[in-house]
C-alpha cells in the first residue's frame, strides 16, 4: 500500500490564505488551508527546491527566503477536520522527522481561536505589529518583540499582511536542556524564568524587548536557514544557533521583561520582577521591613508573594544569592575571608564562615584551597 507523501512552501499557503479571504471573507486554520491546497492540487509529491540563502540580507529578502521553506503536510493533515473541536498539536504533528527546531512564517487570516501544543513557541516580531491572544487577555506585539510561550498554554496571533512574524518551535525536552543551561542560578530573574515557565498548571508567556538588535536578525537568519536544511549536521546546527539566538535575546531585553501570570497574584498589574531586581541588586543590605515599604506591600503579603514565586522564603534566597557571590569572590580574587563577608553583606566573619560551611560543609579558606587544586569551579548553590 502506497503512502502519500505532501509537500509544499510557507508561501503557498500564505498566499492561499489571503487569496480565500479575499475571496470568501473566511479564516482558516493551519491544517484546514493545507487540505485546501491539497484538495485545489497545490499540494506536490516531491520536496520543493531549498529557496537560495545570503547571509546578512534585509528583511524583505529574508520573508521571501522564509516564504521557499520547505512544509511536510503528511503529518499536520489529519487534523484538518478535527482542528476547530480540539486545537491542540501535538510535536508529531508538526515536526519534521529529524527535526527538534522548526521555523515557520506566522500566517494572515488564521482562525482566532486559541490553541495549545505540546512543545514551546518562540515569536520574534521582525516587521508591523500584530495582536496575541493569551488565556483570553489581549497584547499588542510590535517589532523587536519575542515571546516566549510555555506548552499547554492557550493562544494565537491572529495578524494582517504587512506584518512578519517568525515562530521557531522546539521541542519540550530540547528547550528544557537548552534554556535550563542559560540560566544562571545567582541570577534571580533567571529562577522567574524557570518557575514561571515550569509551573505545573500555569500557563504562561515571558515577552522580551530586543530592540531589532542586528545581531539578533542575523542569527534569526541563520537559524531559519538550518531549519530548511536536511543533512545530518542540519539539526545540531540549528539547536546550537538557537542557543545563541536565545542568549542574544535575553541579553538585548538586559530588563525590558514581561511575565504573565495566568493564576495571578491579587494585584494584577503588579510587576514581580521589579521585586528580583531590587533583591538582586541590593541583595547585601536589603531586609524583609525595608522592601515590604519600597513596594508598599505587609512584609506577611510579600513572603507569601516571595515564595510563590521562588519557592523558598526571602532569608533563603539572601542566603544563597550571597553565598554565590561569596564563592566566587573566594574562586576569583584573593581577597581575605573577612573582606568577602563585608563584601557579600555578613557584619561577622564568624556568622559568614558558619553559613558557608553549612550550605558548602567545609570553610570557606577550606572550599578555597580544595577547589584551587582541583582546578574545578565551584557549583553555586541553587534556588
Known sequence: MSVNKYYTTVGAIYDFLVEMHRKTGRCYSFPEALDGLRVAKGLSATPPPAPP???????????KFIRGMCIYADPILPQAHTYMQDPTIEEQGIFPPGKDVFCILNMPYMVE???????????????????????????TL???????????????????????????????????SMFDN???QKDLLSIFFRNSLYEPRRANYILLKTGNDPLIFQTLQNLAYE??????YSNECASSLLNLYLSRSLRAANDAVTFYHFEGYSDRDFDFTLVLQYIQQNYRTVTLSTLAKTFHFSETYLSKLIRKNLNQSFTDVLRTLKMNHAM????????????????????SVDHFSRTFRKVYGSSPQEYKKQHQNRGTPAKEERL
Do not use: W
Open 227 to 232: 531549519c530548511n536544511m536536511t543533512d545530518r
Open 53 to 63: 540563502f545570503y547571509s546578512t540580507i534585509d528583511i524583505d529578502s529574508f520573508e
Open 142 to 176: 510590535t517589532a523587536g518583540d519575542f515571546c516566549i510561550v510555555s506548552p499547554e498554554a492557550k493562544h494565537s496571533l491572529p495578524l494582517e499582511p504587512g506584518c512578519l512574524a517568525l515562530s521557531i518551535m522546539v521541542r519540550r525536552s530540547t528547550f528544557d
Open 113 to 139: 481561536t486559541p490553541h495549545s501544543h505540546q512543545f514551546f513557541e518562540l515569536t520574534h516580531v521582525l516587521k508591523g505589529n500584530c495582536t496575541f491572544l493569551f488565556e483570553g487577555e489581549t497584547a
Open 182 to 184: 542559560l540560566l544562571t
Open 328 to 347: 566566587e569572590f573566594l574562586m576569583n580574587t584573593s581577597l581575605k575571608v573577612s573582606e568577602i563577608a563585608d563584601a557579600v553583606g555578613y557584619d
